[in-house]
């Protein structure tokens, strides 16, 4: 049971470290509670399907350090995973400030309400086109498709990284 426990909690970290901080599943516009929901609901699924021994040895009962390690691992390859496939939207970004400051609209900056930043009104249609193209053309089977590779490829609780592709 306590291995059980100890893979949902290293797939839960995962998954919700990608969901938290994917620009493409609405970045800082979606409510918390869509993202946490997402995050239990996709963490559940991959847990059923997951084999236990998956886990590996659980951590000895004392060493709360290799809990935290474990854990911060698995933060880490979600939070990596998000960051790269949010570079989805940099060229996207780049190529419509470039095109607002040719046609002279950069000083009708705005703060975009997802980010946070500073940007002209074309950028943010460009990025809404950007991410309309990408859910149009199932990028999103993609997306989850690369994050179920990742604990395949990766199981959680493992620490050291699989020597063989």
């Known amino acids: 049971m306590e291995q059980a426990l100890w893979l949902f909690c290293l797939i839960l970290a ?14 800082g516009s979606l409510p918390r509670t869509v993202k946490a929901g997402l995050a239990v609901a996709l963490s ?62 950069s000083f009708g900056s705005q703060v975009d309400p997802t980010s946070g ?20 053309v199932d990028g999103h089977q993609v997306l989850l498709g690369i994050l179920h590779g990742t604990l395949v490829q990766y199981p959680p609780g493992k620490l050291g990284m699989p020597l063989t592709t």
Request: aromatic letters at 14%; hydrophobic letters at 60%; proline letters at 7%.
């Open 117 to 136: 930043i500073s940007g002209n009104p074309l950028t943010q249609i460009f990025e809404l086109l950007a991410i309309a193209l990408f859910f149009a």
């Open 44 to 105: 559940v699924f991959w847990f059923l399907h997951a084999d236990p021994a998956l886990a590996g040895a659980l951590p000895p009962p004392g060493a709360w350090w290799l809990y935290g390690l474990g854990l911060g691992r698995e933060v880490f390859i979600g939070g990596v995973l998000a960051y790269g496939l949010g570079l989805f939207l940099v060229p996207v970004h780049i190529a419509a400030e470039f095109i607002a400051q040719e046609m002279g609209l």
């Open 14 to 27: 995962r998954v919700a470290m990608f969901v938290a901080l994917v620009p493409l599943l609405g970045g």
